[in-house]
């Protein structure tokens, strides 16, 4: 077995416990002790599970654009795996963001969606990894698979910097970051439960990306042992 | 197995055990007190919270220094109140909203100390049980399908002992 996905075997508990108690603590300061604020009342709660998802989605699309670039350069299976695993957890924190932000909105906005640059320029991002999916399935050699997905991996890539920007370039009704290099504008009665919340979303991507690299990798495994199963016995059939 | 299933029922219990406290924690300190209940004679003596609108023409006193008198609704019920409290940014009339303080039986009337906004919990526990659940799902669906592989993996016929002492350790 790849030294790689033993490593992930012997130390994947350690990212699951150290997010579980991240989120443990980021939920329990978050909807018991933070107090509400002056203006959203209660509604500000969701703020502690969709600004860390949008992070998560966003860092896990970084990884999965630097796996994609290291894919072409050293053609290596695994980091193949790698990224196949990030983009469907990828999707998945994408979506869910999109989907609080949407009932975030509802009670702050008074209205689900609206065509606005953070909005949209996200909503693409889930678009591009759908692509990405869909592009998996339908390319049947798993060399030209990765190499076709990892340049649309790239090229979706100019998505990034645009979410990331796009409440400074273009006016809109998302608030602009609260957290950047300006400062902290940001109360501290918030900031303890949204910093547990994020490092929590953190680790538990990367547990999740190594128990679907895993996965990927033993569902290989397992086709080509059953391959080999077959050749063996297709070649003693013969032989006799 | 029965530890793989073991730890996700601790899980499960974990994930109960604090939608069971977030629940005590809303109805301890968010709920509110409807106003026909607080004039049955049953009201509590520590500070309520009730919910109604300010009835359009009874706002009077000096509300940005936090003296205002007004008459609350709900329905067919109405209450006259007091308050005395840090000056509230969204007293208007034909407000709904949330009043903190005490019922004056004697003199029939509600002393408010504080305001709030009316809670809109459902969105708040909308976004959180779509996420969790989600998350969890599909964390089980990949765990459950790591385990279930090592297995095969382990009953295929070809030998190979790196993957069969990984499985001993699952």
């Known amino acids: 077995m790849n030294r790689f996905i033993r490593y992930i075997?012997?130390?994947?508990?350690?990212?699951?416990?150290?997010?579980?108690?991240?989120?443990?603590?980021?939920?329990?300061?978050?909807?018991?002790?933070?107090?509400?604020?002056?203006?959203?009342?209660?509604?500000?709660?969701?703020?502690?599970?969709?600004?860390?998802?949008?992070?998560?989605?966003?860092?896990?699309?970084?990884?999965?654009?630097?796996g994609s670039?290291?894919?072409?350069?050293?053609?290596?299976?695994?980091?193949d795996n790698?990224?196949?695993?990030?983009?469907?957890?990828?999707?998945?924190?994408?979506?869910?963001?999109?989907?609080?932000?949407?009932?975030?909105?509802?009670p702050t906005w008074n209205t689900w969606w609206t065509?606005?640059?953070?909005?949209?320029?996200?909503?693409?991002?889930?678009?591009?990894?759908?692509?990405?999916?869909?592009?998996?399935?339908?390319?049947?050699?798993?060399?030209?698979?990765?190499?076709?997905?990892?340049?649309?991996?790239?090229v979706g890539g100019v998505d990034l910097p645009i979410i990331k920007f796009s409440v400074e370039w273009w006016r809109t009704l998302h608030q602009p970051m609260s957290i950047s290099t300006r400062g902290i504008s940001i109360s501290d009665d918030l900031l303890l439960p949204l910093t547990f919340m994020s490092l929590g979303c953190w680790l538990l991507f990367a547990y999740m990306l190594m128990v679907r690299t895993?996965?990927?990798?033993l569902i290989e495994l397992l086709q080509a042992k059953k391959g080999r199963l077959l050749s063996q016995t297709h070649f003693s059939q013969s032989a006799q | 197995m029965t530890g793989f299933y073991a730890r996700w029922g601790m899980v499960g219990a974990l994930g109960l055990l604090l939608v069971f406290l977030t629940y005590q924690d809303y109805q301890t300190r968010l709920s509110t007190i409807p106003l026909s209940g607080i004039m049955s004679g049953n009201t509590p003596k520590e500070p309520i919270r009730i919910q109604g609108m300010v009835k359009s023409g009874t706002l009077a006193g000096k509300v940005e220094q936090g003296e205002a008198t007004f008459e609350f609704t709900e329905g067919t019920v109405t209450i006259p109140v007091e308050y005395h409290g840090p000056p509230p940014e969204n007293l208007?009339?034909?407000?709904?909203?949330?009043?903190?303080?005490?019922?004056?039986?004697?003199?029939?009337?509600?002393?408010?100390?504080?305001?709030?906004?009316?809670?809109?919990?459902?969105?708040?526990a909308a976004a959180y049980g779509v996420s969790c659940l989600t998350i969890?799902?599909?964390?089980?669906?990949?765990s459950q399908r790591v385990m279930v592989l090592f297995k095969e993996i382990k009953e295929s016929k070809l030998y190979e002992p790196e993957v069969d002492s990984l499985a001993k350790k699952q």
């Open chain 1, 115 to 154: 065509w606005d640059p953070r909005l949209v320029s996200f909503a693409v991002l889930l678009l591009i990894l759908a692509g990405y999916m869909m592009l998996r399935r339908l390319v049947d050699d798993p060399d030209k698979q990765g190499i076709y997905a990892a340049v649309l991996a790239i």
């Open chain 1, 69 to 79: 670039i290291w894919f072409l350069w050293k053609r290596d299976p695994l980091v």
């Open chain 2, 136 to 142: 969890v799902l599909m964390l089980f669906a990949m």
């Open chain 1, 214 to 217: 895993q996965m990927l990798y």
């Open chain 2, 92 to 124: 208007r009339e034909l407000k709904v909203m949330v009043l903190k303080g005490r019922w004056d039986a004697e003199a029939y009337v509600f002393k408010a100390q504080d305001t709030a906004l009316v809670n809109n919990y459902g969105y708040v």
């Open chain 1, 9 to 66: 075997q012997r130390y994947k508990g350690w990212f699951g416990g150290a997010a579980a108690i991240c989120l443990l603590v980021g939920l329990y300061t978050g909807l018991l002790v933070s107090p509400p604020d002056y203006y959203q009342g209660e509604v500000v709660r969701i703020m502690y599970v969709h600004v860390p998802l949008a992070h998560t989605s966003l860092l896990a699309y970084s990884i999965l654009f630097g």
């Open chain 1, 82 to 106: 790698m990224c196949q695993a990030a983009s469907s957890i990828t999707a998945l924190f994408t979506g869910l963001a999109l989907v609080t932000g949407s009932i975030w909105a509802k």
